[in-house]
């Protein structure tokens, strides 16, 4: 009998719990859209309820300060380009180059852009990112893919190749985010010398 009398406010609290999830993650969807098509200096409140089609105050409410709204969809962010991967069997480096470059060409790319270089340029949001900014590296860890590889992690001539790598997928990711999305006239060639140079590390060793 008791069970049954709780059940409506269970019923109540995991819809109640649902909405606000949804309120969230809606919110976060609209600040992401923000930053990719009208940069950081125009993702305000306003413009992020705008695009929700909610009130200032549902925003205050799911999110105290703006900080906290940003850091939030710097996560989730995060966490949607790591859901990315690429399915096909080729080596272990050349998989990462192909993963990495994978999610730096992605839209949500810019918008990371866009809050790295806040975080640089706004002293107010600065250090509230500056934790959520760390797990970046998880875009490009090599973990990820060479897990299993331990021989090759370490070494002077992987740690070479492998940043020379991600330091150039970076630069395609940038130089995409200032061109509207549109990959600059160079990348596929860029791409194929960065590919060749993974083959050749995955070939030797």
């Not at 949804?22 to 305000?44: D, H, Q, W, Y």
């Not at 962010?77 to 991967?85: G, K, R, V």
């Not at 270089?117 to 934790?131: I, K, V």
């Not at 993974?198 to 070939?203: G, S």
Request: charged share 20%.
């Amino acid at each position: 009998m008791s069970s049954a009398i709780a059940q409506p406010s269970n019923l109540s609290s995991n819809l109640n719990e649902a909405r606000s999830s949804a309120t969230r993650e809606l919110l976060i969807a609209s600040c992401i859209s923000a930053l990719i098509e009208v940069g950081f200096n125009k993702t305000t409140g306003v413009e992020v309820c705008r695009r929700a089609n909610l009130t200032r105050g549902a925003l205050n409410h799911h999110f105290p300060d703006f900080a906290e709204l940003l850091t939030a969809t710097l996560q989730s962010l995060y966490q949607q380009l790591l859901a990315m991967d690429v399915d096909i069997n080729v080596g272990p480096l050349e998989h990462l180059t192909l993963q990495s470059h994978n999610r730096v060409t992605q839209p949500e790319f810019k918008a990371i852009i866009e809050l790295w270089l806040a975080s640089r340029n706004d002293a107010t949001f600065g250090a509230r990112l500056a934790e959520a900014i760390g797990q970046s590296a998880q875009l490009f860890s090599p973990e990820v893919v060479l897990a299993g590889v331990s021989k090759t992690k370490g070494t002077k001539a992987f740690d070479a190749t492998y940043r020379t790598i991600q330091e150039a997928l970076i630069g395609i990711g940038l130089g995409r985010a200032v061109g509207n999305g549109d990959p600059l006239a160079h990348e596929s060639m860029v791409l194929g010398v960065l590919v060749d140079m993974a083959k050749e590390y995955d070939q030797q060793n």
